[in-house]
């Protein structure tokens, strides 16, 4: 058992030096013509790159970190193609070591409890779950539905007080590990559903099944040892990791995606080649009557809807616009923050092999989001800590509306 524990203590970076980003810095990148996109498009496979937001499209801003050993050549390249570009953050490590001092400030939460204050460890998340099926068992319960690569159990919790037959909502957080917000929303999430009594309708029309970090041996790790860390921490080849929400077997390795397993895009070697994809695949697969998929991620601001991999629309594309647009100005209302509705192609950038499309196209989902909450900090990642309750709480009027619609739509069926 010790030697178990040690070695997943080595595997995850337990006695590794926290990685440090000083010299790196964060630029804004505008494409203004097809040899632009090239450009991003090559660049996207090396290590020396970090593209912190994506896009395929002209005139739509990319976001790129750029260690310091690839500075010069950048420059140089950036100058002979003519691309425009803004520095956004001078020094990345800066932002890290801001951080690090105010998790490590953070009053300590008792067992079993959380705050919106700061961001939790796994355990402390686990921790809170657990909790809830003890004190709820009348509407929660706590299920592991798997185990990730590292061999920490996955969980899934599902609240509902209502029949099995009502309608699901099936929800993701955390598939990219350094996406901090993303948990956080989620949790807050379930303590509305659960903790407030003043949502009880929701939990007795609606069944929600909900995973606050799909991809735990990531989060962990951008908590000991790589704040920027995206992808799983399968070992390759060459390089660590695969981009979870590239690797589901729906138009795998498609558009948008990377055979380069150094890429911060890689799909796999092949599709479902992660634990955990497999795992939320046969969870998703096991329910019956899933009318919404929400995937968590940041940052960005968008509401996107299927496909990924094609500018074609689904059917009910106009359905999806509809919702889209009502979510966002549910969320719009609370604090300003603008969102955007559409396809990830047509908006920005192609993608393929994600989780919105595949509970679309294969698991059946009437609905199918990924949400891109908002950015923080000097330019992305690093959302402060005292802004994680703001955006909770401008998030949950989404959600409710998500809800107005499909009680408004099963009533009718």
Request: proline share 5%; charged share 20%.
């Amino acid at each position: 058992m010790r030697l178990t524990v040690l070695l997943l203590c080595i595997l995850s970076g337990c006695f590794a030096q926290f990685i440090n980003y000083d010299g790196s810095k964060l630029y804004q990148l505008i494409p203004e013509n097809e040899e632009h996109l090239e450009f991003l498009d090559f660049i996207q496979n090396s290590e020396r790159y970090d593209f912190w937001s994506e896009t395929r499209s002209l005139n739509i801003p990319a976001v790129v970190m750029v260690k310091g050993a690839a500075l010069e050549n950048f420059w140089e390249a950036l100058t002979s193609r003519g691309i425009k570009f803004k520095l956004l953050m001078n020094n990345v490590q800066r932002s890290i070591d801001n951080e690090k001092i105010r998790q490590k400030s953070s009053k300590p939460v008792g067992e079993g409890q959380i705050s919106f204050t700061q961001y939790h460890r796994y355990d402390e998340i686990v921790s809170y779950l657990q909790r809830l099926a003890v004190d709820y068992p009348e509407k929660v319960v706590l299920e592991e539905f798997g185990t990730s690569y590292e061999g920490r159990p996955l969980y899934v919790i599902k609240i509902g007080s209502g029949p099995s037959s009502n309608p699901a909502v099936l929800i993701d957080g955390g598939i990219h590990a350094r996406e901090w917000i993303s948990p956080a929303v989620t949790l807050y999430t379930i303590k509305q559903l659960v903790e407030n009594e003043s949502n009880a309708d929701m939990i007795a029309n609606v069944n929600w099944v909900i995973v606050v970090v799909l991809n735990p041996d990531g989060y962990e790790y951008t908590h000991t040892t790589n704040r920027l860390w995206r992808k799983t921490r399968r070992p390759g080849v060459q390089c660590i990791g695969v981009d979870m929400n590239r690797n589901f077997d729906f138009h795998w390795m498609g558009p948008g995606t990377s055979a380069n397993e150094c890429s911060e895009t890689f799909a796999g070697p092949y599709a479902f080649s992660e634990p955990e994809a497999q795992s939320f695949a046969k969870l998703a697969q096991s329910m019956d009557n899933i009318f919404l998929y929400l995937g968590v991620h940041s940052y960005g601001q968008w509401l996107l809807y299927p496909w990924g991999f094609t500018t074609d629309l689904p059917e009910n594309a106009d359905e999806l616009q509809e919702v889209g647009e009502r979510v966002a100005a549910a969320i719009k209302s609370i604090n300003g923050t603008v969102y955007v509705t559409g396809t990830s192609p047509n908006l920005t950038y192609y993608v393929s092999g994600t989780t919105k499309d595949w509970a679309m196209g294969v698991a059946g989902a009437r609905l199918s989001y990924t949400i891109e909450l908002p950015g923080g900090g000097n330019a992305g990642f690093d959302l402060p800590a005292e802004k994680i309750m703001s955006v909770c709480e401008e998030t949950w009027p989404g959600i409710i509306e998500f809800y107005n619609y499909i009680v408004e739509n099963t009533k009718r069926m």
